[in-house]
């Protein structure tokens, strides 16, 4: 008889033998995957490189009846469990070694209501599955900007992106989950029912169990919108980035303006001598009409004089796909990231000394406008509480050859050491690595105590704990 090993919660690890596989594979629509067997490791590929893990066995899914058969089945072995959904996840926790790894890849459905605004997604939908679907009806809701990023684990952190300003957060946008819990059911998360548990899913990321669906608002968008890229020589960047600051606090919720700092890369647009040379990029996306557009960027057009200005309208669709090229999968990536207020004149100093000092072609700083509809929720009115942050600052580290992976990451570290006296404190738990498990508290603030109180109640057993995990509390919490 077959037997398999797999890592147990407690450590050491689980013998299973062939029946035991048998009797599950039965109960599913989907499929069970061994090393070695056709599915495995495009189930355990994820987007980062820097992650290669190997568990001992992957279910991947089919429906909601498959994650409560195989959540039921890790629980009742006290299994090592991971979920993956997008496989998009900076920290790499969507894999396991040696556990069993619960794949939601395959449930892509998306499902548009237009007449209601409403759109029903499955836990494996990336952001283009969603907004090609949704975009066929002039529709979207506030996601990423990445379209192979996977809707669930945005989501479930908070999710924000070119639309946040004017529509809110992701979960802002949320209407229900289905939700597959610790004890193996399934059950509706909504303001109406389990509203405590939907608090904790709008911001709490996988702590809380498993979805099988989410219900997300629609609002009219596109088809097109005024978006694209306006490009400077880096020389002048800490003049621009002070005369971005003051435009950026009177800029319209229709308006959002990011900014990038790094080499550039060969664009097309782009003169052959700048290439490899630091350069400022603002990118930015109006939601509404052409010339009402316009006439809110005339005063981020008036700083300087750009490289290149290639800021026009374009689809929806393709403006989501716009920095795809910069993020594809393989290459080794490790993130570091603050929240701000306000954009000091002594981190403007940072920002362009570090810039000066750049480890690989393909490392940057993004820094994402916020405010706007996403600052005007009450920061415990869910899980996610960083309303009063204006900007979000992503440190993204990307290389190829391992020879770089260390002065990669001391770069990484160094800006933000550096940073952290002009920060909030808090932190976007979606942009937090795999390293940072001692920044938990600082992702939910005034809310961690709640969301471990909740814990306590929906996964008493941390059954759920390969995420930026939030602890059960000692005491269960009142029913």
């Known amino acids: 008889m077959t037997e398999i090993r797999l890592a147990s919660l407690h450590g050491g690890a689980i013998a299973l033998g062939s029946d035991t596989l048998d009797t599950l594979r039965q109960t599913l629509r989907g499929i069970v995957c061994l090393p070695q067997e056709a599915g495995y490791d495009e189930a355990r590929t994820i987007w980062n490189a820097m992650i290669d893990r190997h568990p001992s066995m992957v279910v991947r899914c089919r429906g909601a009846a498959d994650i409560m058969h195989a959540v039921a089945f890790a629980r009742e072995r006290g299994v090592l469990l991971a979920v993956r959904a997008g496989g998009h996840n900076i920290a790499g926790n969507a894999v396991c070694e040696g556990g069993l790894l619960l794949d939601l890849s395959l449930m892509r459905g998306v499902r548009v209501d237009p007449a209601r605004r409403i759109a029903r997604v499955e836990p494996g939908a990336t952001l283009g599955d969603f907004d090609k679907e949704a ?3 002039g529709l979207a809701t506030p996601l990423g900007i990445n379209s192979t990023t996977g809707v669930a684990g945005l989501t479930l952190g908070g999710g924000f992106g070119w639309l946040s300003r004017k529509f809110g957060l992701a979960i802002d946008n949320l209407v229900s989950a289905d939700v ?8 509706r998360a909504s303001a109406d029912e389990n509203p405590d548990l939907f608090w904790a899913l709008r911001g709490g990321g996988g702590n809380f169990g ?16 005024l978006s694209g890229l306006i490009v400077h020589p880096f020389a002048r960047a800490r003049e621009l980035l002070a005369g971005y600051r003051q435009i950026a606090a009177k800029a319209p919720d229709e308006l959002t303006q990011w900014v990038v700092l790094r080499k550039a890369p060969p664009l097309p647009f782009l003169p052959a001598d700048i290439h490899g ?12 009409n052409e010339r009402d557009g316009n006439r809110a960027l005339a005063a981020l057009r008036g700083l300087g004089t750009p490289i290149a200005d290639v800021v026009g309208m374009q689809p929806f669709t393709a403006w ?12 080794y990536n490790y993130w570091k990231s603050h929240n701000f207020v306000d954009l000091g004149d002594g981190l403007l100093d940072v920002l362009v000394n570090q810039v000066a000092q750049l480890p690989t072609e393909e490392c940057e700083i993004f820094i994402g406008q916020l405010g706007g509809a996403a600052s005007r929720v009450a920061p415990d009115a869910m899980a996610y509480p960083h309303r009063s942050a204006n900007f979000a600052m992503n440190v993204h580290t990307r290389w190829r050859q391992s020879a770089d992976k260390q002065r990669s990451i001391d770069w990484a570290r160094t800006l933000f050491a550096e940073t952290a006296p002009y920060a909030t404190g808090g932190v976007y738990v979606n ?3 795999e390293d940072e498990t001692d920044r938990v508290s600082n992702a939910y603030g005034g809310n961690y105590v709640r969301l471990t109180a909740l814990k306590s109640k929906y996964d008493p057993g941390n059954l759920f704990r390969l995420n930026q995990n939030v602890q059960p509390s000692a005491q269960r919490p009142a029913a």
């Open 135 to 137: 975009q066929a009806f």
């Open 180 to 187: 597959v819990t610790a004890d193996g059911k399934l059950v």
């Open 210 to 225: 498993v979805v099988s669906s989410f219900e997300f608002r629609l609002h009219p968008v596109g088809p097109t919108v």
């Open 277 to 288: 040379k630091e350069i400022l990029v603002f990118a930015v996306c109006y939601v509404g």
């Open 320 to 331: 989501q796909t716009a920095f795809d090229p910069l993020l594809t999968p393989g290459a």
């Open 431 to 433: 942009f937090m690595p």
